[in-house]
């Protein structure tokens, strides 16, 4: 058998028994050039990741694969040929299509490397770990103004009016009102439902990109992909993406002038960076967090627009510690401007409270999700029918006792947060504030948990964190 080196689309031909295939740049479906051959109709996949292999029959039709990470790749073995594939294009899913030539058959075996977001980069997690960031980046600003254009912005509730800034958006954007991305968006949105899924698709990836000096769109490799399993489980999920429309969202950027605009209004940036720094301090939440709970974070992110109203969600981009000296834990979360508590008649400390919560909510996941895992059994058991504790189950609405149970768990904890750190009125104003929210929210036994909750774990009463806790946490599930 003759094998091949691939770099660049160029073929070599050295005489090597253990053939390597790596690129910069090629599609994400390939074929390999040669044929490994399979007298016995098997071949073996071996994981350099986990140091695994696996045999399999090609008369059993399969796919196997791994994340895109550096360092890793996977090795076809049969009795006479190895091929050593390592992952290229690494925030993209890529298909290797490897002719096998067997005793009963020639087959095509494909070999899968997923789409991953890639470590983080040494200097980057440097100037993060342990920081607290506040942004409106540019091109999370551009996907937001194409939203708010759109039908999604209606549909979703993320259409705030009233202020200098949507002002200024609706006077320079509303000639693109019926550019060819606008209207593909109100296309999709009138057949999904309430739009959530295509709205967070499209947001949250927006993230990964940035513009270069000659104002193309560029990846940013270690923010992308995002998760596609949003929480609102509103709406069918619907594959359309940020990436999957980057010619027309280059073509809105430079014909309706975006940024220039951007620039134009660096300062109002700057200053909604600076009031939503001074009414959430994250630092303080951080550290309350992981004083009760076993994770840790190394950064947490805070993104916002002015032009998003109600919808949060957080996206995790980490590597965790079997990477080695990639490891790095990253929360960023995706929410408000600080415009609406701004404008309320409420003192400065309450409106910390009040803003303090969109991000604690989040915050918290990142601790409570894991600790549920451990209990999931017992959770399904205490809860019993979901429907009592969740209006909504059985529609795609939090869906699992597990997720019910973590909602519930997650806003009580603000609530013992902002009980322990507010004075007592504000404390009050605020809780009464988190329980009619959930109530609209439709967890209908929140008020009843959250008392209990409250009463039961309160600072005077707690002798050790809340996490060697979770099985009297959990045990509230029975409370009338």
């Excluded at 296309?187 to 499209?202: I, M, T, V």
């Excluded at 806003?411 to 988190?434: G, S």
């Excluded at 929210?437 to 707690?462: G, I, V």
Aim: charged content about 20%; some cysteine; overall charge negative.
């Amino acid at each position: 058998m003759t094998s091949f080196h691939l770099v660049l689309g160029t073929l070599l031909l050295p005489i090597l028994p253990c053939t390597c295939v790596r690129a910069q740049t090629v599609p994400s479906e390939m074929v390999y050039p040669d044929t490994l051959r399979a007298p016995d109709d098997s071949l073996v996949i071996y994981f350099s990741a986990t140091q695994e292999e696996v045999r399999l029959n090609l008369n059993e039709p399969s796919s196997w694969g791994t994340d895109a990470q550096p360092g890793r790749r996977l090795e076809v073995r049969t009795r006479y040929d190895t091929l050593s594939v390592a992952p290229v294009n690494t925030f993209h899913n890529q298909n290797l299509e490897i002719p096998v030539v067997g005793r009963t058959d020639t087959f095509l075996y494909r070999l899968r490397f997923n789409g991953t977001p890639q470590p983080h980069p040494e200097a980057y997690r440097t100037a993060h770990r342990g920081a607290t960031t506040f942004a409106v980046p540019e091109v999370f600003e551009l996907a937001n103004v194409i939203l708010y254009l759109s039908a999604l912005s209606d549909s979703t509730g993320n259409h705030p009016r009233g202020t200098a800034y949507t002002d200024a958006v609706t006077a320079h954007f509303a000639p693109f009102r019926r550019h060819a991305l606008v209207r593909l968006l109100d296309k999709h949105a009138a057949s999904d439902a309430a739009g959530f899924s295509l709205y967070y698709g499209f947001r949250e990836n927006s993230y990964g990109f940035v513009f270069d000096e000659w104002d193309r769109l560029t990846a940013v490799p270690y923010h992308l992909p995002v998760s596609a399993d949003f929480s609102s489980g509103l709406a069918p999920y619907t594959l359309m993406t940020f990436v999957d429309l980057l010619y027309l969202v280059q073509d809105f950027a430079q014909q309706s002038g975006f940024r220039q605009f951007y620039r134009d209004h660096a300062g109002d940036y700057a200053e909604q960076i600076e009031q939503q720094r001074n009414l959430m301090p994250v630092g303080q939440m951080w550290d309350w967090m992981e004083r009760e709970f076993p994770a840790r974070m190394d950064h947490y992110g805070i993104v916002f627009s002015p032009l998003i109203h109600g919808s949060h969600s957080t996206q995790r981009f980490e590597k965790d510690e079997t990477d080695g000296p990639y490891s790095f834990h990253e929360s960023i979360m995706f929410v408000n401007g600080p415009a609406d508590v701004l404008t309320s008649a409420y003192d400065t400390t309450t409106r910390e409270a009040l803003q303090s919560g969109i991000v604690f909510t989040e915050i918290d996941h990142n601790y409570v999700n894991p600790m549920t895992a451990k209990y999931r059994d017992v959770v399904t058991a205490n809860m019993q029918s979901l429907a009592d504790w969740n209006s909504r189950a059985g529609s795609g609405y939090y869906d699992s006792p597990e997720a019910t149970f973590n909602e519930y768990l997650t806003h009580a904890l603000f609530c013992l947060y902002v009980q322990e750190t507010y004075p007592e009125e504000v404390a009050d104003l605020v809780i009464d504030k988190r329980v009619a929210l959930m109530l609209r929210r439709d967890f209908p036994r929140f008020p009843a948990f959250n008392q209990a909750f409250l009463t039961q774990f309160a600072k005077d009463k707690r002798t050790r964190p809340l996490s060697e806790s979770y099985p009297e946490i959990v045990a509230l599930l029975g409370t009338d």
